[in-house]
């Protein structure tokens, strides 16, 4: 019931004595709650309003109500705790309440601080959160929950909320949109990112705004518990990204309970605090497979996840011709694939033999390529490409890496990594050398691993042909197989039609585009 103004309390005074016997006799007849036109009464003063959830359906404006914004959802969850919390439309906000009959009032709401760019939302959030400082009474009809203010006016109107059908926690993308740190709840820093997938073997993983994380998790009914979370170990320099980082991977650790309702997750501690909110994330379009420059992020060894170590950098990049190649952290390595749908297999990686004198770097790198071997399917979401091994176990997980400056052919020293020959990828071998400067004059020189060469190239385009190479005749009888290894670059010279570079990357293809020759820009 709406509390009466002054003026309509004095005119009630005089009819108080004809009220009361009129309420004895409708007692003593076993009135029936109709209103004098006879219609039920379905009124409810002073329901208890704890543990409701309600949405928003009009607020007041210049004197008369206006509907909530079509599209947009503003909730009001009041608490057990009395604790009222729910979204503004745009922010999730929260503030205490306090119930007396029917007197409700709303202590200050604390929001998060996104913005967001539909026309009038933020307009209609201030309002709301404004008028809800001034509720002082409400009353519930037909499931219609009514705020009024000291003036006995409507301010805000609400509908009961009818939970949307939960997503499954496994398998979705979430994304944090709040946390609580303090007595404050945080939004995201604007431009970060920081993401959980939850996987039916008890892993959960993603990006906590910095670095990858991963972790364990138990759930029994809406209970749960996430364990220690590992991560990798890059540093951002982006302000508040590396301390809102630290809050996030703690948080996880005092979570008890979680709900989901529609698209939203939202984790508890043992207080019952909600600390942790996603949002369900679209998934970006999957960079495609080939064609992208992919970094390793982790690598599964044993029963634990291992970062790769700060300061290497483990790549690849698979071909339409079915090659995959890249840096394995040392060395360079290629290897043949095959792709049927998900399913993949590598086969044997080959690489360049230099010595690693960091015996970590060492190890990873063994490991790296031991694990490209179990490869037996692939997913892609978004930038990030995950290797499975017959288990389904992500051995290896990738980050889609920005493309390099390319370098331009003229001008820079290129180092032979590998060479094909009867569809066989062939490592130069150990202890030799072999290299090609294109010049601006229309010559290639430098070392085919024993003697000096020079020919004549001609380019249209990404086009290439190379004319019969002539070199220096000294004979060299070490390493073993360097002069049969030259004489194939030599002939291989011949064969190219076309060249790709991709940063430091130059490849030389033949007629077919099959790449014959693979080259590193020297440092």
């Known amino acids: 019931m709406r509390p009466m103004k002054k003026n309509t309390m004095r005119r009630t005074?005089?009819?108080?004595?004809?009220?009361?016997?009129?309420?004895?006799?409708?007692?003593?007849?076993?009135?029936?709650?109709?209103?004098?036109?006879?219609?039920?009464?379905?009124?409810?003063?002073?329901?208890?309003?704890?543990?409701?959830?309600?949405?928003?359906?009009?607020?007041?404006?210049?004197?008369?109500?206006?509907?909530?914004?079509a599209g947009t959802t503003v909730t009001l969850v009041l608490g057990?705790?009395?604790?009222?919390?729910?979204?503004?439309?745009?922010?999730?906000?929260?503030?205490?309440?306090?119930?007396?009959?029917?007197?409700?009032?709303?202590?200050p709401a604390v929001s998060t601080l996104m913005y967001c760019p539909i026309e009038g939302l933020m307009e209609q959030e201030s309002a709301y959160l404004r008028f809800l400082d001034t509720v002082k009474s409400y009353e519930v009809k037909d499931e219609t929950l009514t705020f009024f203010d000291e003036n006995g006016t409507a301010v805000l109107v609400f509908g009961k909320h009818v939970p949307p059908q939960p997503e499954p926690l496994v398998g979705t993308d979430w994304t944090l949109v709040s946390y609580h740190t303090g007595d404050a709840i945080v939004s995201v820093i604007a431009g970060t990112e920081v993401t959980a997938v939850f996987e039916e073997d008890g892993k959960v993983a993603g990006s906590a705004g910095c670095n990858r994380y991963f972790a364990s998790y138990e759930v029994n009914g809406t209970e749960m518990t996430i364990g220690p979370a590992g991560s990798t170990l890059m540093a951002c320099q982006k302000e508040?990204?590396?301390?809102?980082?630290?809050?996030?991977?703690g948080?996880?650790?005092?979570?008890?309970?979680?709900?989901?309702?529609?698209?939203?997750?939202?984790?508890?501690?043992?207080?019952?605090?909600?600390?942790?909110?996603?949002?369900?994330?679209?998934?970006?379009?999957?960079?495609?497979?080939?064609?992208?420059?992919?970094?390793?992020?982790s690598y599964h060894t044993g029963d634990a996840i291992v970062p790769v170590i700060a300061g290497t950098e483990i790549t690849a990049v698979f071909n339409e011709d079915g090659q995959v190649a890249g840096s394995a952290g040392c060395n360079r390595y290629f290897a043949s694939y095959e792709v049927n749908g998900t399913e993949m297999t590598i086969g044997p990686a080959g690489s360049t033999l230099m010595a690693c004198l960091n015996e970590d770097v060492a190890e990873q790198e063994s490991t790296f390529l031991g694990l490209l071997g179990t490869v037996k399917s692939f997913a892609i979401e978004g930038d990030r490409l995950s290797l499975m091994d017959e288990n389904g176990t992500a051995v290896l997980v990738f980050a889609k890496a920005e493309t390099p400056a390319s370098l331009p052919l003229v001008g820079t020293t290129w180092v032979l990594d590998a060479y094909h020959l009867d569809d066989i990828v062939m490592p130069v071998i150990e202890g030799t050398e072999i290299t090609a400067v294109f010049d601006e004059d229309g010559k290639v020189t430098g070392s085919a691993g024993c003697n000096r060469y020079f020919a004549s190239y001609n380019l249209t385009g990404s086009s290439m042909e190379i004319g019969p190479a002539g070199?220096?005749?000294?004979?060299?009888?070490?390493?073993?197989?360097?002069?049969?290894?030259?004489?194939?670059?030599?002939?291989?010279?011949?064969?190219?039609k076309s060249y790709t570079i991709e940063g430091d990357q130059l490849e030389l293809l033949d007629e077919r585009g099959w790449r014959v020759l693979a080259f590193t820009a020297k440092v």
Do not use: H
């Open 471 to 496: 070199s220096t005749k000294m004979f060299c009888a070490e390493p073993e197989g360097i002069m049969e290894q030259e004489s194939t670059y030599l002939s291989l010279l011949g064969a190219v």
């Open 13 to 69: 005074l005089p009819l108080l004595g004809v009220a009361v016997v009129l309420s004895a006799c409708l007692l003593a007849a076993g009135c029936t709650g109709q209103t004098p036109d006879g219609t039920d009464n379905e009124t409810v003063q002073g329901t208890d309003l704890n543990g409701t959830a309600w949405d928003l359906l009009s607020y007041t404006q210049n004197g008369s109500m206006k509907d909530a914004l």
């Open 240 to 249: 508040g990204v590396m301390e809102q980082e630290s809050a996030y991977l």
């Open 80 to 107: 057990e705790n009395n604790t009222a919390s729910g979204s503004a439309g745009c922010n999730a906000y929260s503030a205490s309440y306090t119930l007396d009959g029917t007197a409700i009032t709303f202590g």
């Open 251 to 297: 948080l996880l650790g005092t979570v008890k309970t979680f709900t989901i309702e529609g698209e939203t997750l939202t984790f508890f501690d043992e207080n019952g605090t909600r600390i942790l909110e996603f949002a369900k994330a679209v998934p970006p379009q999957p960079e495609p497979l080939v064609g992208t420059n992919w970094t390793l992020v």
